[in-house]
Nanobody, 120 residues
């Protein structure tokens, strides 16, 4: 499975961005998928997960009610709609594919990351 994230950029606080992750490989649509992020000097943080059918979602506390994860299995693409962005959301965002876990997603495959910078 190969994952390619895109859509990052610079935005002012309160703004919005949509990240995309193009997936390819065998059985990619059968994996749960998700997003993680890592800010400078901090550990990688779980952001959101979506089930392989897209029927179930789960979010980290810091993004709940602001971010929305979705997927289009026909296009093999994962999305993350980010609204009401805050400077604390500044990080490199990674898409991943794997299996659900108590902590969010146990990733088996990772994308290369896309930078999101939110200015105050």
């Amino acid at each position: 499975v190969q994952l390619q994230a895109s859509g990052g950029g610079m935005v002012q606080a309160g703004g919005s961005l949509r990240l995309s992750c193009a997936a390819s490989g065998r059985f990619v649509s059968s994996y749960d998928m998700g997003w993680f992020r890592q800010a400078p000097g901090k550990d990688r943080e779980f952001v959101a997960r979506i089930s392989w059918r897209g029927s179930s979602t789960y979010y980290g506390d810091s993004v709940k009610d602001r971010f929305t994860i979705s997927r289009d299995n026909a296009m093999n693409t994962l999305y993350l709609e980010m609204n009401s962005l805050k400077p604390d959301d500044t990080a490199v965002y990674y898409c991943a594919a794997g299996a659900r876990s108590l902590s969010g997603l146990k990733a088996s495959f990772w994308g290369q990351g896309t930078q999101v910078t939110v200015s105050s």
